[in-house]
């Protein structure tokens, strides 16, 4: 009996792996694995957007340490930076929000400037979406 048990409980885990999940507010969430790695990947890819520009490219995390918060900047004696994002149970354009505006408070831009590389950064986003699709 304890063997049907145990057999059943697997299969459920196997069933459920890699699956969406919807919580109470009805928006779709991915498992928290594809949402690391998206992070990972989102991370990636506006790393390769400013490198080339003369801006720093700082190191991403999840989550920020301090409870309660959606996004930190830690700037390091070394001259680096890390910027902390909660992903989980967040929509994930406020995760890339925050992720650009990471990146545009390291470089401490603003007006223009700042303005151009958050476009910048969200076509690089977009242009991967894109190329994903088509493929």
């Known amino acids: 009996m304890k063997e049907i048990k ?12 890699g699956m969406r999940v919807i919580h109470g507010n009805n928006q779709r969430q991915e498992s928290s694995t ?4 998206a992070f990972a990947e989102a991370a990636r890819l506006l790393g390769m957007a400013v490198r080339g520009q003369e801006l720093a490219i700082p190191s991403f995390r999840s989550p920020p340490r301090e409870v309660g918060r959606r996004r930190t900047l830690s700037r390091h004696e070394d001259g680096s930076v890390t910027v902390s994002v909660m992903v989980r149970n967040r929509v994930w354009e406020a ?6 505006e990471g990146i ?11 303005e151009a590389l958050r476009d910048h950064l969200w076509e690089a986003l977009e242009g991967e979406s894109a190329q994903r699709e088509a493929a």
């Open 6 to 17: 145990k057999n059943k409980t697997e299969n459920k885990r196997a069933e459920t792996v």
């Open 34 to 37: 594809g949402r690391c790695l």
């Open 95 to 100: 995760v890339l929000a925050d992720m650009i």
């Open 104 to 114: 545009v408070a390291t470089n401490r831009m603003d007006g223009i400037d700042a």
